[in-house]
């Protein structure tokens, strides 16, 4: 089974500040890779897939990258409602998916 | 809008049943993988189990599979997920999400319900 791994667990910053967060895979995934927005009490919110392709309505300031084994999302500039808590997915499998374990995005 | 909305959560004993219920609207159920995700309190997400559009294919976590069993009825536009056996470590909100592609299976989810408690205890 294929292992995905985020970091930080935590990050704690201030609006306007350009965050990034780390996905590792514990093997290659081909670039199926997902990013979701979960904040308290509500359901996750897709905002990129196939690495780097937005989901439908996300704002441009969120960005995906990377390749093979190690995937970053990237927020330009942190928004007061960017606060939430962050998951990876891959999805190369095709018959099962795995999340990251979660970022959560602090106010500093 | 795309609505999904599940039902049938509660408390039960370890070793109970339950039958989680996901109404769907606003969208061709028939043309889309359906799945079943769960977060426990606290945790993170888990992916639980997904079926293909006309329920011919499943796909069932380890750590479900022989106690759950995902399936649907596409007249009805309703999806189900029928858990036997249930453990304490299987306390969790469940929400139902929808594939993002029609003909996909198990990729990526665009329209998740409102996702409902399970809670296993004695």
Redesign the interface.
């Known amino acids: 089974d294929i292992q995905m791994t985020q970091s930080p667990s935590t990050l704690s910053a201030s609006v306007g500040d350009r965050v990034a967060i780390t996905c590792r895979a514990s093997q290659s995934i081909n670039g199926w890779l997902a990013w979701y927005q979960q904040k308290p009490g509500k359901a996750p919110k897709l905002l990129i897939y196939k690495v780097s392709a937005l989901a439908s309505g996300v704002p441009s300031r969120f960005s995906g990258s990377g390749s093979e084994t190690e995937f970053t999302l990237t927020i330009s500039s942190l928004q007061p409602d960017d606060f939430a808590t962050y998951y990876c997915q891959e999805y190369n499998s095709d018959s099962q998916v795995t999340f990251g374990q979660g970022t959560k995005v602090e106010i500093k | 809008e795309v609505q999904l909305l599940e039902s049938g959560g509660g408390l039960v004993h370890p070793g109970g049943s339950l039958r989680l219920s996901c109404a769907a609207s606003e969208f061709m159920f028939n043309n889309y993988a359906m799945t079943w995700?769960r977060q426990g309190p606290g945790k993170?997400?888990?992916?639980v189990s997904?079926i293909s559009e006309s329920g011919e294919r499943t796909?069932h976590?380890?750590s479900v599979k022989g106690r759950f069993t995902i399936s649907r009825d596409n007249p009805r536009n309703t999806l189900y997920l029928q858990m036997n056996g249930l453990r304490a470590e299987d306390t969790a909100i469940y929400?139902c999400?929808r594939e993002?592609f029609a003909g996909n299976?198990?990729?990526?989810?665009?329209y998740?319900?409102?996702?409902i408690l399970v809670s296993v205890s004695a």
């Open positions: 995700v993170g997400l888990e992916w997904t796909s976590a380890d929400y999400a993002q299976f198990g990729d990526t989810f665009d998740w319900g409102q996702g």
